[in-house]
């Protein structure tokens, strides 16, 4: 539905006729800054935009936000979590970027994305450069719900407990299990 939080989320302005190419790029812009979890190079959004073109030329400018949407949700800056500033190989201890950072913190506190208000601290870079950023931006994450996480995972992947429903254990062995 056009209504539904979600898909107003993604579709940030109306296709109008006229300005369907500034809309498909503001759409664009803003998908693949959540998707990529850092703002998308003027190259990439090209690239999206020259995707848009070709298949909207068959069809509807909805079709080629679907074809471009489909291949930022297949590009390897949405499947992975990149750390580009350290590079592959990397021997020498290096600071994150903002995005590394934000998304490191994010998904180990919360195990999801950055929310907007870290996606917000990242892009101005304060969360790397505000001494009392760090600290705020933790204690704020912490007390949100989503904080739940951190705990829950942390110990079911620890301790193994998902597999204790598939565990059986020998009754000559531990006589006392119940």
Same mark, same amino acid.
């Given at each position: 539905?056009?209504?539904?939080?979600?898909?107003? +989320?993604?579709?940030?302005?109306?296709l109008?006729t006229?300005?369907?190419?500034?809309?498909?790029?503001?759409?664009?812009? #803003?998908?693949?800054?959540?998707?990529?979890?850092? $703002?998308?190079?003027?190259?990439?959004?090209?690239?999206?935009?020259?995707?848009?073109?070709?298949?909207?030329?068959?069809?509807?400018?909805?079709?080629?936000? +679907?074809? !471009?949407?489909? !291949?930022v949700?297949?590009?390897?800056?949405?499947?992975? %979590?990149?750390?580009?500033?350290?590079?592959?190989?990397?021997?020498?201890?290096?600071?994150?970027?903002?995005?590394?950072?934000? #998304?490191?913190?994010?998904?180990?506190?919360?195990?999801?994305?950055?929310?907007?208000?870290?996606?917000?601290s990242?892009?101005?870079? +304060?969360?790397?450069?505000? $001494?009392?950023?760090? &600290?705020?931006?933790?204690? %704020?994450?912490?007390?949100?719900?989503?904080?739940? !996480?951190?705990?829950?995972?942390?110990? %079911?992947?620890?301790?193994?407990?998902?597999?204790?429903?598939?565990?059986?254990?020998?009754?000559?062995?531990? &006589?006392?299990?119940?």
């Amino acid at each position: 539905p056009t209504a539904d939080a979600k898909r107003t +989320k993604v579709f940030v302005c109306t296709l109008a006729t006229g300005a369907e190419a500034t809309c498909a790029r503001k759409i664009l812009t #803003t998908f693949t800054r959540r998707a990529f979890r850092r $703002p998308a190079a003027t190259a990439e959004i090209d690239s999206l935009m020259a995707l848009v073109d070709k298949v909207r030329a068959g069809g509807t400018y909805n079709d080629g936000l +679907k074809a !471009a949407i489909t !291949a930022v949700l297949l590009s390897p800056h949405f499947l992975y %979590r990149e750390e580009t500033s350290v590079g592959v190989g990397a021997t020498d201890a290096k600071p994150l970027n903002p995005f590394e950072l934000a #998304t490191r913190l994010s998904y180990f506190l919360w195990s999801t994305m950055p929310d907007d208000a870290l996606a917000a601290s990242a892009d101005s870079g +304060k969360v790397t450069s505000d $001494p009392a950023e760090l &600290p705020a931006q933790i204690e %704020r994450m912490l007390a949100d719900p989503k904080a739940s !996480a951190l705990t829950s995972s942390f110990a %079911r992947q620890w301790l193994s407990l998902s597999k204790l429903d598939v565990i059986s254990f020998d009754a000559k062995i531990y &006589p006392k299990y119940d």
